[in-house]
């Protein structure tokens, strides 16, 4: 049964993330393969489509590589290997189109082992045209009817750095985050015809934009399609790399994760969108979150690759989101065979029990997206944890063989064909008729970026919020400032009961201390009080005296205010002295990267902020050194640190997340926190 496009956008009404697949066609090659050579393409994958082209879902199944199993994978839909891009243009991207003049950013997403296809269905191959450049021809001709200016830009993400190749010299690119909006500083966006050579893999996005001129313009209505096309996945522990290739893999391999990370929190409703754990789902936050839809396609290779069968089962779990089940709760349906993780793939097969535990992890996803389980846990779904220290294996193992060998050099040969084709884009736009460049503004210079005011993105404020105590118990800063007024009390009463804190080095009670809730504990008492008054009945000066008592109300002071910037609502914060609107916002994209990125008054550097401002706030009494503090004043001045004017923190000055955070010393504030 055939369906129009109309039909097929209907299926895709109530995801967020729609995750289609697309067999590549067979190249001459693997045609001359004979049948019976174990290659052959046929039995390698099958398709289930229950309601032939209407399927609102379809499974993909393919044996493992004993032949006798087969692992079932479903997904929204799957293209065969003699449906061509047009056919997908018509009815996967362009029911997507209208939404673009009216504000959304839709974006399509190319992922799939290597030599699946990604290149040739996003930017074509052989004549045939791509997806960006057909979009990129209807695009132009309907903004030429309504009277919309277009531009474009094109970037590469390589080894979690952005550069423009929209420039022949291909400069980097900031991704920068204020209040929720992303900024692509230094990414051109411009109609120029650049043929750009590429040796290097990486994934390679094009943005056409799409503005509604307005006589002010920060008025602009702009929308914004994307066009990403990844690079090949490769499993390099069973395929075996080294060198840049291993480095560049592996990054690739994170990244890809890092995007079906967040393919699953949006689809699952998730609370927390983990967009900055990759380069490329920071820079496309605006997109990826809000109200636009996604478009995953994984590409398949015709022939056996277990790469293939692992990103297919990636995307397959990535399409299980509450919605879904939501959505599909009336119909029985196939219940995929899906791994765990990277490691369980790596071995081939996919035990009972990671069954059981990959539907466990579903079952948690679901209570998370319902607000019941912190939604930080959400980050292991893809056993990040594996993956981290395999990222770490590799780039140490790269230091040692960093020459590129023959390997290398031969897929540098390979791929000097595989950048973003500018060139064929810039024929393709020109087709409707009418001068490409008077169609495109062009716009040279980052300085004259346009205002994305209107892009309908989901802030990440809710996010934030959650990490927030809720609840009936008093603000964190009332009970601060309560704090600090009994410290003044006991500063001035005889001597106190020492309050025993943990061990600066004891590991266990340090993550105690992290991980307990901010309400007040009552104090313990130290057995060795007795020791510490006939101590403090032998010190002959009063200061030393009022030193040694209030040394361990101190030190708990500090810890809550350390525990204060980790938990306080930007509101609290502020209200702090030497805490504006930027400076707060700045700790809460720091608490967005870490949970808990304040655990001793060395990190108080990152923000700028002092032992002053501690003092200042807290009423502790300043310049005395913290027992068991680990930073006293002295240490701050001199340092590498940068202390800001109090109470009067600049945005500009504070560095983007994700950059190093060492700062070289202010002019004007030499020593001076
Ligand atoms: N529909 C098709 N029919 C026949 N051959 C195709 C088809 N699509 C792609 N190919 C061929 O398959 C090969 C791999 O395609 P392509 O470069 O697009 O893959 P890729 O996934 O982008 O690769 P990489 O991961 O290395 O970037 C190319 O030789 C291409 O010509």
């Known amino acids: 049964m055939a369906s129009t496009p109309s039909d097929r956008s209907k299926v895709t009404t109530y995801r967020k993330v729609r995750v289609i697949a697309k067999i590549r066609g067979v190249t001459d090659t693997e045609a001359e393969i004979p049948a019976n050579s174990g290659c052959s393409t046929s039995p390698w994958i099958s398709v289930n489509k229950p309601r032939g082209e209407a399927s609102e879902s379809v499974t993909i199944s393919f044996p493992d590589q004993s032949g006798s199993r087969k692992e079932y994978n479903e997904v929204d839909y799957c293209y065969g290997g003699n449906e061509d891009n047009h056919l997908i243009f018509l009815r996967e991207i362009k029911p997507l189109i209208s939404g673009v003049f009216e504000g959304c950013n839709p974006t399509i997403i190319a992922c799939g082992a290597r030599g699946s296809g990604k290149t040739s269905l996003i930017q074509g191959s052989n004549g045939k045209l791509g997806l960006a450049p057909l979009a990129m021809a209807e695009i132009l001709s309907m903004a030429e009817q ?36 992303i900024q692509h500083k230094g990414l051109s966006q411009a109609s120029q015809k650049i043929a750009t050579k590429h040796t290097q893999k990486s994934h390679r996005g094009l943005m056409i934009h799409v503005i509604t001129p307005s006589e002010n313009v920060d008025d602009c209505l702009v929308g914004k399609m994307n066009f990403v096309d990844l690079a090949g996945y490769k499993d390099t522990r069973r395929t075996g790399a080294d060198g840049v290739d291993l480095v560049e893999s592996t990054k690739i391999n994170k990244s890809i994760y890092a995007l079906y990370k967040v393919v699953y929190s949006l689809n699952a409703n998730g609370s ?34 277990q790469d293939s069968a692992y990103m297919i089962s990636l995307a397959s779990r990535s399409c299980q989101g509450i919605n879904r089940a939501v959505a599909s709760s009336a119909k029985s349906s196939t219940r995929p065979s899906m791994p765990c993780s990277h490691k369980s793939l790596q071995h081939g097969s996919v035990s009972t029990t990671v069954k059981e535990r990959t539907t466990q992890q579903m079952r948690n996803s679901q209570k998370k997206a319902n607000g019941m389980v912190s939604p930080l846990k959400e980050r292991k779904l893809f056993d990040e944890a594996t993956l981290q220290t395999k990222s770490k294996k590799a780039s140490t193992s790269a230091a040692v063989h960093s020459t590129p060998g023959p390997l290398e050099e031969q897929e540098e040969v390979k791929l000097i064909s595989n950048g973003m084709n500018l060139e064929v884009l810039s024929e393709v736009v020109s087709l409707p008729g009418g001068d490409l460049h008077e169609q495109i503004t062009l ?18 404020k809710e996010n934030r919020s959650l990490l927030v105590s809720k609840g009936g118990s008093p603000p964190i800063s009332a009970r601060l400032r309560e704090l600090s007024s009994n410290l003044k009390s006991l500063c001035s009463s005889p001597p106190p009961l020492r309050i025993k804190l943990p061990e600066e080095n004891d590991a266990s009670s340090y993550s105690q201390v992290r991980t307990e809730t901010a309400e007040p504990k009552t ?23 009022l030193s040694m008592r209030s040394s361990g109300m101190k030190n708990s002071l500090v810890q809550e205010y350390l525990r204060f910037l980790n938990t306080a609502d930007r509101e609290e914060l502020k209200r702090l002295k030497g805490i504006g609107e930027k400076r707060a916002t700045y700790i809460l994209e720091l608490r967005e990267e870490s949970p808990e990125p304040f655990k001793s008054l060395d990190d108080l550097k990152v923000v700028g902020l002092s032992e002053k401002q501690l003092t200042l706030s807290t009423g502790c009494v300043g310049g005395d050194r913290v027992v068991g503090g680990p930073s006293p004043v002295r240490e701050v001045k001199g340092s590498t640190s940068r202390v800001l004017a109090e109470g009067g923190d600049t945005h500009g000055s504070i560095p983007p997340l994700g950059e190093a955070r060492e700062f070289r010393p202010s002019a004007s504030h030499k020593g001076g926190c």
């Open 146 to 181: 309504l009277g919309k200016s277009i531009i474009i830009s094109s970037y590469e993400v390589y080894q979690e750095h952005v550069y423009d190749l929209l420039d022949r010299n291909r400069p980097a690119v900031s991704v920068l985050e204020d209040k929720g909006k």
């Open 272 to 305: 927390h969108v983990p967009f900055r754990e990759s380069k490329l789902t920071h820079m496309l936050k605006d997109s990826l979150g809000g109200i636009s839809k996604i478009l995953m396609i994984t590409c398949l290779n015709p022939s056996f690759c």
């Open 443 to 460: 716009c040279a210079s980052s300085k004259n970026a346009v205002s994305f005011a209107k892009e309908g993105c989901r802030t990440d």
């Open 523 to 545: 104090p313990t008492i130290d057995r060795s009080i007795v020791n510490d008054r006939r101590e403090i009945a032998n010190l002959n000066s009063p200061w030393e005296t």
